[in-house]
Every structure is written in C-alpha cells, then in structure tokens.
C-alpha cells in the first residue's frame, strides 16, 4: 500500500483589497516594483497630458514587440547568450509573460534538442531573418 505523503502548501500573496478595483498604486511595494514616471505620477503631480503620452508610447512599443513575436514563429532564430554562447533553433512562441520561448531543434555547441524551452535571462540578443 502507499503511505499519505505531505504535500508542501504554497503561499500566495495577499491579494487586492476586496472592496477595491486591484492593487493600491499608491502603496510602498507597488511603487518600488513599477519604476516608471507612471507610478511617481500616482503619488505626485503629474499632468495628465504627460501621462497620457507615456502611456501611448508604452502601448505602442508593447504591439510592435508582440508584432516581433508573432513574426518570430516558425522561423530560425539565432540566440546570443551569456559565456559567448550562441545557439540556433526554430521559434515557436513564448509564454504570456515573455519569461521562456518555446523552441524546436535547438542546435548548441554539445548536441540538437528536439523540443526545448529557453529562459529569457539566459539571452543576450536574438536574431532571426524575414
């Protein structure tokens, strides 16, 4: 027979006020994690104008990236990685949080993977050809 074995209880954060619309911006964490003049414009003036165009631009540099993503797919990459490593595979996407990219035949100095995942803080810069 198998014996119970504990399992492990992870803890999440404590989440947003209940009776609010998400996270405070004005609090002390939310501030240290969003470096951006977006987060000081939540605890001081800023105008509104300013903050509208930063927000803008944020947008529009966000869609060209996912737009890089999306033409990434089913391409061959070349990665530049840290200890002058360079690898070669096929893209195939990355994850909602642009944290790994999912890649095929992944060609490195020791041996081809077939299907492998590569962490983004492992890459120096990547180049791929339209």
Same mark, same amino acid.
């Given at each position: 027979m198998n014996?119970? /074995?504990?399992?492990?209880? =992870? &803890? +999440?954060?404590?989440?947003?006020d209940p009776h609010g619309r998400g996270f405070n911006p004005q609090s002390p964490r939310f501030i240290a994690l969003c470096r951006t003049s977006i987060a000081s414009s939540l605890a001081s003036d800023v105008a509104p $104008?300013?903050? *509208?165009?930063?927000? %803008? =631009? &944020?947008? $529009? +540099? /966000?869609? /060209?990236? %996912?737009?890089? %993503? +999306?033409? =990434?797919?089913n391409r061959d990459v070349r990665f530049n990685m840290y200890e002058n490593v360079k690898v070669k595979a096929t893209f195939g996407a990355s994850d909602i949080d642009v944290l790994n990219f999912q890649v095929s035949d992944l060609h490195t100095?020791?041996?081809?993977?077939?299907?492998? +995942?590569?962490?983004? *803080?492992?890459?120096v810069s990547l180049v791929f050809d339209l």
């Open positions: 014996a119970a /074995r504990p399992v492990p209880v =992870m &803890r +999440l954060p404590k989440g947003p $104008e300013e903050l *509208q165009r930063e927000q %803008l =631009m &944020r947008s $529009e +540099l /966000r869609e /060209r990236f %996912l737009r890089c %993503l +999306l033409s =990434m797919s100095p020791i041996g081809i993977q077939k299907e492998a +995942l590569i962490r983004t *803080q492992d890459v």
